[in-house]
Antibody, heavy 120, light 107 residues
Framework: EVQLVESGGGLVQPGGSLRLSCAAS????????MNWVRQAPGKGLEWLSY????????YYADSVKGRFTVSRDNAKNSLYLQMNSLRDEDTAVYYC?????????????WGQGTLVTVSS | EIVLTQSPATLSLSPGERATLSCRAS??????LAWYQQKPGQAPRLLIY???NRATGIPARFSGSGSGTDFTLTISSLEPEDFAVYYC?????????FGPGTKVDIK
């Protein structure tokens, strides 16, 4: 069974940093590209970042480019999101999501999400 | 950036009725569009990809159509568990983008 479990969320002050993790199981992690998607309270979905299976290719939304960094450790079946210079508007539930292998960047499995609250 | 617009914002229907949801792109996305369902407190679920392909395990009452800039998600006969928010998403260009969602609620 495919499972994605996010962790690392919490309360952080504006300008602070946080590192999210996503532990994957039930599939060959290195075979799949992965993504981070967030959802502000009561709002819609926002794609944030993509990383290829090898980690050699990454893409970011403009809203987080230069502040967030996606990485992965295939030996540990883990995905990460390093978030720096956090702003109030980064408050959201952060999901990791697996690519639907083959057709392209669609998200076929999602974690349960981890809440990040940026507030003083 | 490709902007996706969904209409209506809210659709009020009764169980058994047909639901027709629209997603329009600011430029052509070919057929590279997906639909997701999200219920309160849950992660989204992939329903349709590449405009018309049902994802694994998705019931046949869900169907997608369209290409270019105009897309439709149809639920042929609403079941109680189908009342949720539905999002479209394009994968044609970076950044990937989602529509703002259509809420299907019980009339």
């Amino acid at each position: 069974e495919v499972q994605l479990v996010e962790s690392g969320g919490g309360l952080v002050q504006p300008g602070g940093s946080l590192r999210l993790s996503c532990a994957a199981s039930g599939f060959t992690f290195s075979d799949y590209s992965m993504n981070w998607v967030r959802q502000a309270p009561g709002k819609g979905l926002e794609w944030l970042s993509y990383i290829s299976g090898s980690g050699s290719s990454t893409y970011y939304a403009d809203s987080v480019k230069g502040r967030f960094t996606v990485s992965r450790d295939n030996a540990k079946n883990s995905l990460y999101l390093q978030m720096n210079s956090l702003r109030d508007e980064d408050t959201a539930v952060y999901y990791c999501a697996r690519d639907l292998r083959g057709p392209g960047v669609y998200f076929d499995y999602w974690g349960q999400g981890t809440l990040v609250t940026v507030s003083s | 950036e490709i902007v996706l617009t969904q209409s209506p914002a809210t659709l009020s229907l009764s169980p058994g009725e047909r639901a027709t949801l629209s997603c329009r792109a600011s430029q052509s996305v070919n057929s590279y569009l997906a639909w997701y369902q999200q219920k309160p407190g849950q992660a989204p679920r992939l329903l349709i990809y590449d405009a018309s392909n049902r994802a694994t395990g998705i019931p046949a009452r869900f169907s997608g159509s369209g290409s270019g800039t105009d897309f439709t998600l149809t639920i042929s006969s609403l079941e109680p568990e189908d009342f949720a928010v539905y999002y479209c998403q394009q994968r044609t260009n970076w950044p990937l983008t989602f529509g703002p969602g259509t809420k299907v609620d019980i009339k």
